[in-house]
Each structure stands twice: as C-alpha cells, then as structure tokens.
C-alpha cells in the first residue's frame, strides 16, 4: 500500500497559491490540502495548477452559521466549489458542538447525500468545536451513521479526554475502522500540538501517535486498499508556541512537517 504525503497550507495562509506549490514541490510532498474558501483563485485554475505542479488537492471545508440550516447551506456551497477544484477527496469541519445531536445528524447526512451523488469521498475530522470533538461524542454519530467515514486528528481528543487515549479503546477501534485520512500532528494531555516532535522530552507523544496511526494503516492493509493519504499537519501560532512577551514561535512549522514527512516514511509499515 502505498502513503500519499500532503501538505497543508496552514502556515502559508496568505501566500499566492503558486507559490505555496512550488514550495510543496520541492519539499516532496505528493498533494496539498488547502481550505478552499482562503484562496482567490478559481476553480479552474486551482486545478490547472495542481495538475501543472503534479499534486494532488485534498479540498478542506469549514462549514460556518448560527444554526444547523445555515451549516447546510454552507456545506452546499462549498461541496459544489471543491468538486469544480478536481479534488480527490473533502476533508471537513462540518456542523458544531453546540447544536443538538440530531442536527448535526441532519448535517452530515447532508454530505453523505453530496458525497454520493457525486463520487466524492466526503471525510468529517475529529475536531474540537465541531460534532466530532471528543471519542464519546463521536462514537454517537458513527453508530447512528454507518456511512460516515473520518479524518483521524487524534491530538484533539487528547487535549479534550486530557489524557493518551488509553482508557478509550473500544471508541478509538471504532474510530480507527471508520478513519480514511491521517493529520498527523502530535498532542498531549494538555495541548494539541507538541512545541517540536524532535525533541527528546516528547518522544513518548510521538511514539503514541505512530501507534495510532499505524493501526489505521494495518486496517487499510487489511481492506486491501491501494493507499492511504497521510498529512503532516504542525500548525503555525497560536497552535505553535511562542515565547512571553516576544510572541515568537519557537520553531519553524514548515521545517516541523518536512521532519514528520520523513519520519512517517521511514517509521510506518504501509
């Protein structure tokens, strides 16, 4: 099984879209995932310059309103923008942890619809503020939904459980058999992103989240699927750190991610 390495265009948020292709050339990275609505180009050319530069685009979407009608409207609209883009798949934050349970229901199903009618594998990620903010909540949804499949973003749970996951294993299994997509950034009990995964007084996070991410990887295997899109995902500031009173990041976010690209490659069994 072969792992498709994206790059996020977190850190680089308001840079022309080129040049932040031609950066995530050469660094090696094989797609992009770039939150559609941050860029002013079209959809045309979003594409054409992906397919110029030989990426390919994970499209990310962030569905936004005061009630759970308006998170539909969004999601609507965005979906049909995406899909003009040629992306290979959405990654989502779609609905709120503040609307009911059925709501947020009626929103993903929603997307379920959108993704079947037009062969776009539609992914919700396990995001603090969205449905999907916690194992428990998440596990309700993905009983209630067999269809809905998830972005694995498991910093967010630690931060939320305040804790390594490991009394959470019967959510996680089914979490992990649900997950076709990786964000692979580093949390802990207390925050969702390690100040750098290189240092030594961190390496037990990072170990923890390779396990996690391998069982994904083994599930795939075990489905007999031809590949598997894993995205870095080190955060700039305020996920990053930063020192009192300067407000400077403690390191740099690119170089952070080119590092896990290469640890993921050299660590996970695919």
Same mark, same amino acid.
Request: charged share 20%; net charge negative; with cysteine.
């Given at each position: 099984m072969k792992l498709i390495l994206g790059k996020s265009k977190w850190e680089m948020w308001d840079d022309p879209l080129e040049v932040f292709l031609q950066r995530v050339r050469a660094s090696e990275f094989d797609a992009t995932e770039i939150y559609l609505g941050s860029v002013p180009e079209s959809p045309a050319d979003i594409a054409r310059l992906h397919n110029a530069y030989g990426l390919r685009l994970i499209g990310q979407i962030l569905t936004r309103g005061e009630t759970y009608q308006d998170h539909i409207r969004s999601l609507d609209s965005q979906f049909e923008f995406a899909? =003009?883009?040629?992306?290979?798949?959405?990654? $989502?934050?779609?609905? @709120?942890?503040?609307?009911?349970?059925?709501?947020?229901?009626?929103?993903?199903?929603?997307?379920? =619809?959108?993704? =079947?009618?037009?062969?776009? &594998?539609?992914?919700?990620?396990?995001? @603090?503020?969205?449905?999907?903010?916690?194992?428990? +909540?998440? @596990?309700?949804?993905? +009983?209630?939904?067999?269809?809905?499949?998830?972005?694995?973003?498991?910093?967010?749970?630690?931060v939320v459980h305040e804790s390594g996951l490991d009394d959470q294993r019967e959510n996680l299994d089914l979490a992990i058999s649900r997950a076709h997509y990786i964000h692979a950034r580093v949390g802990y009990a207390e925050g969702p992103q390690v100040p750098d995964p290189r240092a030594p007084e961190w390496k037990h996070a990072v170990e923890s989240h390779l396990q996690l991410w391998q069982q994904?990887?083994?599930?795939? #295997?075990?489905?007999? $699927? +031809? $590949?598997?899109?894993?995205?870095?995902?080190?955060?700039? &500031?305020?996920?990053?750190?930063?020192?009192?009173?300067?407000?400077? &990041?403690?390191?740099?976010?690119?170089?952070?991610?080119?590092?896990? #690209? +290469?640890?993921?490659? $050299?660590?996970?069994?695919?």
């Open positions: 899909a =003009q883009c040629q992306v290979v798949f959405i990654n $989502s934050h779609a609905g @709120r942890d503040i609307f009911d349970f059925a709501e947020n229901v009626q929103i993903f199903r929603r997307a379920i =619809q959108l993704s =079947q009618s037009s062969g776009i &594998p539609f992914l919700a990620e396990t995001h @603090r503020g969205r449905p999907t903010y916690s194992a428990i +909540e998440t @596990r309700k949804y993905l +009983e209630a939904l067999p269809e809905l499949r998830l972005t694995a973003d498991f910093s967010h749970w630690m994904i990887i083994d599930q795939h #295997k075990q489905n007999g $699927s +031809e $590949s598997l899109y894993i995205t870095p995902e080190f955060g700039p &500031p305020a996920y990053m750190h930063t020192a009192p009173f300067t407000n400077q &990041p403690v390191g740099d976010v690119w170089e952070q991610n080119v590092y896990m #690209k +290469e640890l993921l490659v $050299s660590t996970l069994e695919a």
